[in-house]
């Protein structure tokens, strides 16, 4: 359940979310109502096998992209969306310094981008991003706690 506080237009409380998945069913089902948000950058931690690219693929699905894979080896996928917009994922995983990451700056700050990435780097963020931390809880089960900010 999501709850805001809102006050003559000010949201005076931190929003974040914590969901029980089950499956990797319910592991893209969580991705598919995070693409509904309204957000556009989303950074996704959690160790490997946690379901980082489980929850991104169900996010897509719920753009209109279908079977979308890990860029682990060429850092960035991107797929054309309505509106002229793209989905952009991102995987820094084998990003070695932050220099090698700053190519993504561009496009993530790019305003018809809807960013996702996985293993972010600091320094190519914009202020306002969705934080989603994911942990194994067992080999089904995962705890994903989405952090809007404020």
């Not at 279908?66 to 952009?88: A, E, G, Q, V």
């Not at 084998?94 to 090698?100: H, L, S, V």
Request: aromatic share 10%.
């Amino acid at each position: 359940m999501l709850f805001r506080i809102i006050y003559n237009g000010c949201i005076l409380s931190k929003m974040s979310i914590e969901y029980l998945s089950k499956s990797i069913e319910d592991t893209k089902d969580i991705g598919k109502q995070l693409s509904k948000s309204g957000h556009r950058v989303f950074v996704f931690e959690g160790e490997l096998g946690s379901g980082k690219t489980t929850l991104i693929q169900g996010f897509a699905e719920g753009l209109g992209v279908k079977n979308i894979t890990s860029p682990t080896f060429i850092l960035m996928n991107k797929y054309p969306i309505k509106n002229k917009k793209n989905f952009c994922h991102f995987d820094f995983y084998r990003i070695k310094n932050k220099e090698e990451a700053m190519f993504a700056k561009e496009v993530i700050f790019d305003e018809n981008n809807i960013v996702c990435i996985e293993w972010p780097v600091k320094e190519t963020l914009p202020k306002n991003v969705v934080k989603i931390k994911m942990e194994v809880i067992n080999e089904c089960k995962r705890k994903i706690i989405i952090d809007y900010g404020k």
